[in-house]
């Protein structure tokens, strides 16, 4: 999950932390753990996040609420890592979480997702619609069910921002304010 993740490409956001086993693997690979943003929606896992991780950033939020959140002023961000539940959420939430990470992320930066589905967890519309490739980098067959990881990444240069919401690809605006409201 990982593997492509160097220190050079903090800061890092990670959504869905949990116990926080890739804020291990991150910092493994040499990530500080002052640049390490952990979003975390369960409040259940806020208070242990916070003892094993004391110098990371660690907000409680809805992940789909990325682009209208203002979490980072100054550098962006060189990679969003994912552990959330994709293939769980509605295609309007997937693109609001999609569409809030690549607001925060450098151009070359990319969003690395864990899933346990036979495919990429974010429907190919969505890619296309927001611009974005989906590579499938890793995985594992002795896991049950197997898992793999995707590596998810801008097909050519989008001009995201927090202020307007939009993508604009052949001199077409596409709104994805539609996307940035929670389904659940």
Same mark, same amino acid.
């Given at each position: ?28 690979? #040499?990530?500080?753990? !002052?640049? @390490?943003? =952990?979003?975390?929606?369960? &409040?259940?896992? *806020?208070? $242990? ?28 961000? #060189?990679?969003?890592? !994912?552990? @959330?539940? =994709?293939?769980?959420?509605? &295609?309007?939430? *997937?693109? $609001? ?34 611009? @974005? ?52």
């Amino acid at each position: 999950m990982t593997s492509e993740i160097a220190a050079l490409d903090g800061p890092i956001i990670e959504l869905g932390p949990g116990t926080g086993v890739f804020t291990r693997a991150l910092l493994a690979r #040499g990530i500080s753990e !002052s640049d @390490l943003t =952990l979003i975390e929606y369960g &409040p259940e896992f *806020i208070g $242990s996040l916070q003892k094993r991780f004391p110098d990371a950033r660690i907000l409680q939020m809805d992940a789909a609420q990325l682009a209208q959140a203002d979490i980072f002023e100054g550098e962006p961000v #060189g990679a969003v890592v !994912s552990g @959330l539940p =994709l293939l769980s959420m509605s &295609p309007r939430k *997937i693109a $609001s979480i999609l569409a809030g990470a690549f607001v925060y992320m450098r151009a070359g930066g990319a969003f690395y997702q864990f899933t346990y589905g036979p495919r990429c967890p974010v429907p190919r519309p969505i890619l296309d619609r927001l611009g @974005l490739k989906a590579t499938r980098i890793g995985g594992t067959v002795r896991n049950l069910p197997p898992a793999s990881v995707y590596r998810i990444s801008r097909r050519k240069p989008l001009e995201l921002s927090r202020e307007r919401f939009k993508y604009r690809s052949s001199g077409a605006d596409i709104e994805i304010a539609a996307f940035s409201e929670a389904d659940d």
